[in-house]
C-alpha cells in the first residue's frame, strides 16, 4: 500500500479536476517547485496510484442517450473470467464490476435509445454462455465527482 502526503493529496486533487495541468502549473498553485510535482507525479505513476489520463466524453452529446445498469446472474460453472473479456468485447459495455449479493455483476451500458438497448440485452448480453437472467435499470441521472482525498485527511486530523 502507498501512503499519501499532504503534498501527493494535493496534487492528486488537482489532476483529478484537470488532468491536462502541467507540471508547473500545479506547483505554482501549491507554491512549490515544479520538479518536486514532477518527481511526485511520477512516483505516484510508478506504483500505480496514477493509471493513466484521459479525455472525458459525454456520450449524450453524440447521441447515446441511455445509460443503463444490468445486473447480471451468471451460471456458476462457467469461466467468470472469460465471461467478463467477453462482456467487455460488446462495444456499448464501458463497465463490469464483479458484486455480492444476489446478482453476480453490474454491467454498465450506454445505447443511442431504447430499440438498441433492447438489441443489447437480447442479442449481445443474454447470448453469452455463462448468462443466465439480467434485471436493467435505466439511469434517469448521474452525479459525479473524484475521490476526495485531501478532505478524508483533514477529518482524521481532527478526530486524532
Request: proline share 2%; with cysteine.
Amino acid at each position: 500500500m502507498y501512503t499519501l502526503d499532504e503534498l501527493d493529496r494535493k496534487i492528486l486533487d488537482i489532476l483529478q479536476a484537470d488532468g491536462r495541468a502541467s507540471h508547473v502549473q500545479i506547483a505554482r498553485q501549491l507554491g512549490v517547485g515544479h520538479t518536486r510535482v514532477r518527481d511526485r507525479i511520477l512516483r505516484m505513476e510508478q506504483v500505480g496510484v496514477i493509471r493513466g489520463y484521459r479525455a472525458e466524453i459525454d456520450p449524450t452529446v453524440l447521441g447515446w442517450d441511455v445509460l443503463c445498469i444490468v445486473q447480471m446472474t451468471t451460471d456458476q460453472q462457467q469461466d467468470f473470467d472469460r465471461l467478463v473479456e467477453d462482456i467487455l468485447a460488446i462495444d456499448e459495455v464501458v463497465e463490469v464490476t464483479n458484486v455480492t449479493g444476489e446478482v453476480d455483476a453490474h454491467v454498465r451500458v450506454w445505447a443511442r435509445d431504447v430499440a438498441h438497448l433492447r438489441e443489447i440485452l437480447y442479442n449481445k448480453l443474454s447470448v453469452l454462455p455463462a448468462h443466465k437472467s439480467t434485471n436493467s435499470t435505466i439511469v434517469l441521472k448521474r452525479w459525479t465527482k473524484p475521490l476526495n482525498l485531501v478532505q478524508d485527511e483533514a477529518v482524521s486530523a481532527d478526530e486524532g
